[in-house]
């Protein structure tokens, strides 16, 4: 899969506490990682630069292939990691509080395995119809599945901001799992909710289509954002499946 991405600390935030990566393993498979740290300081930052970092370098090392591998790996990798954050802000005052969302994106031939805690994201998009991949982790979205606010209650709910996983918020940090299959043309999204918190779905599929690469997309979508005064950083990664040009 192709790959772009960027990072932008946006219009309102003194700094970036988002960290994107891309890491491929010893089988060539291709691990996409964004996070979006929370906490005082700079601690939201060493929070979302440590998962990244530590979960894609030991991907590095791995010579997995097979789907039901992957999924265990994340599994256990994000277990080891969330551990490996609370240890930290145990020990240094300055990273007390420290937590941080991440979505994460295993790219297998025609399949892609998806793993996320948090509310960062990520989308199919194929063709003019966006598929939102993951469940938010946040308050307002509980109590939607839970059938207690309505779609529209939740989309101005003040638990939005909410966040009831993360790796670093607490011992049990298990993500969600998904498997999906691909086709040639497909594009992969993973965001933090900088970007959907300004841009809707309808533009973010304009956006793209309207630009002549996927390099091009990242940018003019962190650009439209930040017009549209995004009160977050904003952090986008697109991969392309390719099979016809983009």
């Given at each position: 899969?192709k790959?772009?991405?960027?990072?932008?600390?946006?219009?309102?935030?003194?700094?970036?506490?988002?960290?994107?990566?891309?890491?491929?393993?010893?089988?060539?498979?291709?691990?996409?990682?964004?996070?979006?740290?929370?906490?005082?300081?700079?601690?939201?930052?060493?929070?979302?630069?440590?998962?990244?970092?530590?979960?894609?370098?030991?991907?590095?090392?791995?010579?997995?292939?097979?789907?039901?591998?992957?999924?265990?790996?994340?599994?256990?990798?994000?277990?080891?990691?969330?551990?490996?954050?609370?240890?930290?802000?145990?020990?240094?005052?300055?990273?007390?509080?420290?937590?941080?969302?991440?979505?994460?994106?295993?790219i297998l031939?025609?399949?892609?395995?998806?793993a996320?805690?948090?509310?960062?994201?990520?989308?199919?998009?194929?063709?003019?119809n966006?598929?939102?991949?993951?469940?938010d982790h946040?308050?307002?979205?509980?109590?939607l599945?839970?059938?207690?606010?309505?779609?529209?209650?939740a989309?101005?709910?003040?638990?939005?901001?909410?966040?009831?996983?993360?790796?670093?918020?607490?011992?049990?940090?298990?993500?969600?799992?998904?498997?999906?299959?691909?086709?040639?043309?497909?594009?992969?999204?993973?965001?933090?909710?900088?970007?959907?918190?300004a841009v809707?779905?309808?533009?973010?599929?304009?956006?793209?289509?309207?630009?002549?690469?996927?390099?091009?997309?990242?940018?003019k979508?962190?650009?439209t954002?930040?017009?549209?005064?995004?009160?977050?950083?904003?952090?986008?990664?697109?991969?392309?499946q390719?099979?016809?040009?983009?």
């Amino acid at each position: 899969m192709k790959l772009a991405f960027a990072t932008d600390k946006g219009t309102q935030r003194a700094d970036n506490q988002d960290y994107v990566d891309v890491f491929v393993n010893h089988k060539g498979l291709q691990l996409a990682l964004v996070a979006d740290g929370v906490g005082g300081a700079n601690a939201g930052d060493v929070a979302a630069t440590m998962a990244v970092s530590h979960i894609g370098n030991d991907w590095t090392s791995t010579k997995i292939s097979q789907a039901a591998e992957v999924k265990q790996w994340l599994i256990d990798h994000t277990a080891r990691e969330n551990k490996m954050i609370l240890n930290a802000a145990s020990r240094y005052k300055s990273l007390q509080g420290m937590a941080t969302t991440i979505v994460v994106a295993v790219i297998l031939p025609s399949r892609l395995i998806i793993a996320n805690i948090g509310d960062s994201r990520a989308y199919l998009l194929r063709r003019d119809n966006m598929l939102q991949l993951t469940q938010d982790h946040n308050l307002a979205s509980e109590l939607l599945r839970r059938g207690a606010i309505t779609t529209d209650e939740a989309a101005a709910h003040p638990g939005r901001h909410l966040i009831t996983r993360q790796l670093g918020a607490s011992v049990d940090a298990k993500p969600d799992i998904r498997e999906i299959i691909v086709e040639s043309g497909d594009l992969l999204l993973l965001t933090t909710d900088g970007l959907g918190k300004a841009v809707s779905e309808e533009e973010i599929i304009h956006t793209i289509h309207g630009a002549d690469s996927i390099t091009e997309s990242v940018a003019k979508l962190i650009a439209t954002a930040n017009a549209h005064g995004s009160s977050d950083n904003v952090t986008v990664l697109l991969g392309y499946q390719e099979g016809e040009e983009q």
